[in-house]
């Protein structure tokens, strides 16, 4: 349930990390040591990305089974409406249930990029599958009918780029949990004050499930700018001037994405918030280094 405005706990929040299913070796490295530096924080969960269209599905699958087996961490599998029927999703559905993942994360998903090398929606938007589900709610709906999965959704706190309203956003996410969703993580935003505002909307509405705050660690700031605008989060100016002039200075640039990370998560923790989803982009330094100031650690051995 969201919570009402608190002080900051004295405790540490609870965290959960995304990752994304690598497409080479050394991605793949990369990937697996970003899951070894992290397991040791004990995230409630880990999340592994699925690509447009449907397109890394065996990769996703085969990135979930292993977190699950060999890091002995709980893994959730994203899963999306785009490019397949309904009988298709729910058979991989059922795989992940075999595999003993018990956690899904379901989206409607983008279409893959179209030809002339532009993006989903540039390519002329979403158009369901014709033997598919259509949206979300739909998707979650079948899951539910599949096996009793844990099922998180996606949250706009500024409102889905191609939603009408934010009040037809808001309306979405609640027939999302009405089908049966247990969580909602929200995109990555900036503006933090929006955040608040939108859990007190959102409860005003009788969603009652947690909503767990999207935070994204800043590596770049010119791709953070891109797709920001691709996902309509608006960047304030202080975050902006924040970044500015370090695109050739990658050490004072990672100290600042840390601390304007910590405001952001200290000032959410201020609302009440103890829950915070990190977005990896499967590197571990900048989320290690948040989660230390927020008081999330690695146990130590003892002496």
């Given at each position: ?36 530096r992290l397991a040791p924080l004990a995230p409630d969960f880990v999340s592994v990305t699925y690509g447009a269209g449907g397109s890394t599905r065996e990769r996703t699958h085969a990135t979930v089974a292993r977190i699950q087996s060999e890091a002995g961490l709980i893994a959730a599998a994203h899963l999306t409406c785009v ?16 595999a003993g993942i018990r956690h899904i994360v379901a989206l409607r998903g983008d279409p893959p990029a179209s030809a002339d090398g532009s993006g989903g929606l540039g390519g002329g938007g979403y ?177």
């Amino acid at each position: 349930m969201t919570s009402p405005p608190s002080s900051t706990s004295t405790h540490p929040p609870s965290v959960s990390f995304e990752f994304f299913p690598p497409k080479t070796e050394k991605m793949e490295r990369s990937l697996w040591e970003a899951v070894l530096r992290l397991a040791p924080l004990a995230p409630d969960f880990v999340s592994v990305t699925y690509g447009a269209g449907g397109s890394t599905r065996e990769r996703t699958h085969a990135t979930v089974a292993r977190i699950q087996s060999e890091a002995g961490l709980i893994a959730a599998a994203h899963l999306t409406c785009v490019g397949a029927s309904r009988e298709e999703i729910n058979d991989i559905a059922r795989s992940y249930w075999q595999a003993g993942i018990r956690h899904i994360v379901a989206l409607r998903g983008d279409p893959p990029a179209s030809a002339d090398g532009s993006g989903g929606l540039g390519g002329g938007g979403y158009r369901p599958h014709p033997d598919g589900y259509a949206y979300a709610v739909d998707l979650v709906e079948g899951l539910r009918s599949v096996a009793d999965f844990e099922i998180s959704v996606a949250a706009y706190p500024e409102g889905h780029p191609e939603a009408v309203s934010l009040e037809a956003d808001l309306d979405n996410l609640k027939r999302k949990i009405d089908a049966g969703a247990t969580r909602a993580i929200s995109q990555f935003f900036f503006d933090t004050d929006k955040f608040p505002r939108f859990l007190e909307r959102a409860q005003r509405a009788g969603i009652t499930v947690p909503i767990i705050p999207g935070i994204l660690p800043i590596t770049n700031f010119t791709r953070t700018v891109d797709m920001a605008g691709k996902c309509g989060a608006s960047i304030p100016s202080w975050f902006a001037d924040a970044f500015d002039g370090l695109d050739n200075d990658p050490e004072t640039r990672q100290m600042v994405a840390a601390n304007v990370a910590v405001r952001q998560c200290q000032q959410l923790r201020r609302h009440g918030v103890h829950e915070f989803h990190f977005y990896t982009l499967n590197r571990a330094d900048l989320t290690v280094a948040i989660c230390h100031m927020l008081g999330v650690r690695a146990p130590q051995p003892a002496l």
